[in-house]
C-alpha cells in the first residue's frame, strides 16, 4: 500500500492549513483525527491522545472522505435533538415521493432542513420504517439462483451463530465474512453533472490496471480488515487466513465466505487439516462456511466494496494516478467500523465485559 506522503495530494495540504487556520475546538479535533489516521496512528492510539471514542474517530474518517474538509466542519451551533410530530410528518411525507433513499442523503436532508442531527441511526431507520422502505440492495437476476436453498442457508447459518453465542461474545470465537474485490483504475468513472453536449474526460493511462483486496468483516465488532494482493487464488487465500489468525491468538476462527474455487481447493482443505490437526471438530482453530450460491447479498462485504467504489467516483477529478487510486480506496475501508441494517441480518452479539480479545 502506498504511504500517505506518497500520496499527497492538494486535498490533504488543504487539510493541515485548516488545523492552522485555528478552527473550533470540535473541528480541530475532527481535522486531528483524521490527520493522525492518514499519518498512520492505529485508532485506539489517536482514542488515548485526544480522548474521543472510536466511533468518533471512524466517522470523522468517514465524513472527510465523502466530503473533504468541509464533511469536519459543524453544520451548526447546537441543534434541539428532536422533531414535533409535524416535522416527522413532513419528513415522511418527503421519504415515500422518494423511490429510494440512502442513509446520508436522509440524514442531510433533515439537518439541512430541521437543523437536527440525530445521534443514534436508529432515529433514522424508524423514520424510513414508518414511511414504507425496507432495506433492500438492487440485484441481477440469475436463472441459477436457488432461492429455497439460499433462505435454508440463511437460516442454517443463523442457528450456527446462535448457538455459538457465547463464546462469540466473549471474543473466543471471531466471526469473519470474507470476499475478495478487484479495483480497476476505470472504476473511478461513473456520473457527475456536466455542461451540455461537452464531455467529462479523466486521464487515465489504462484503465485496466487491477488491484485485488481481500476483505474481512468482523461480524460482532463490525470492523473492517483489508489487505492487498496480486490475485484471488489459493496461496493469496491462505496468506489471508493466516493475517486472521494473527489477528485472533486468543481463540477460534469461523470464516463465512463464498464458493469460489479456491475457498474449496485442495490446498485450502489441507491448509485447514494442518490448522485443525489433533483438534476435534468442535476445537477446530478454523472452520468455514459457505454461503449460497448465486446469492451476493448474503455477505455485507459486498456492500462495503460497493460503498468505497462509489466513494471514489464522487471524488474522480482528484485521482491522477492508479497509485492514489488505491491508497485511498483502501484508506476510506481499512479499520473502519461499519453500522447499517445488512450487518444484522444473521442475529446481533455484542461484546461481553472481560471478553478474551478485550
Known sequence: MNSPEKCKTPELQELQEF???????????RALAVKMLIEGLKPRKIQDILEVSVAFISRCKADYAWSGVQGLKLKHKGSKGYLSSSDRQQIIEWIKNQKQVELRKLEDYIEGRYDIKFKAKKSYYALLKEAGMSWKKTQKTNPKRDEALVKKKHQEICNLLAANR???ET?????YLIDECHLLWGDVCGYVWGITQERLEIPITNERKRQTYYGALN?????????????????????F????????????????????????????????????????????????????????????????????????????????????????????????????????????FPQKLGAANA
Do not use: M
Not at 488545523?19 to 479535533?29: D, F, G, T, Y
Not at 471474543?171 to 466471526?175: E, F, S
Open 19 to 29: 488545523i492552522q487556520s485555528n478552527p473550533a475546538p470540535r473541528e480541530l479535533k
Open 166 to 168: 457465547e463464546e462469540i
Open 171 to 175: 471474543g473466543k470465537l471471531a466471526v
Open 219 to 239: 461480524y460482532q465488532t463490525q470492523q473492517f480488515f483489508v489487505r492487498e494482493y496480486d490475485q484471488g487464488n489459493t496461496k493469496n487465500t491462505v496468506l
Open 241 to 348: 487466513l493466516k493475517e486472521l489468525i494473527a489477528l485472533n491468538p486468543w481463540g477460534r476462527i469461523l470464516i463465512i465466505w463464498d464458493g469460489a474455487s479456491y475457498h474449496k481447493s485442495d490446498e485450502i482443505k489441507s491448509y485447514l487439516n494442518q490448522v485443525n490437526q489433533g483438534l476435534k471438530p468442535e476445537d477446530f482453530q478454523v472452520n468455514c462456511v459457505l454461503l449460497a450460491p448465486n446469492a451476493p447479498e448474503q455477505n455485507p462485504v459486498e456492500d462495503i466494496w460497493l460503498q468505497a467504489k462509489n466513494c471514489l467516483r464522487k471524488f474522480w477529478y482528484r485521482f491522477n494516478s492508479f497509485a492514489l487510486t488505491k491508497w485511498f480506496f483502501a484508506w476510506i475501508i481499512q479499520g473502519q467500523f461499519f453500522e447499517f441494517p445488512k450487518l444484522h441480518k444473521y442475529g446481533v
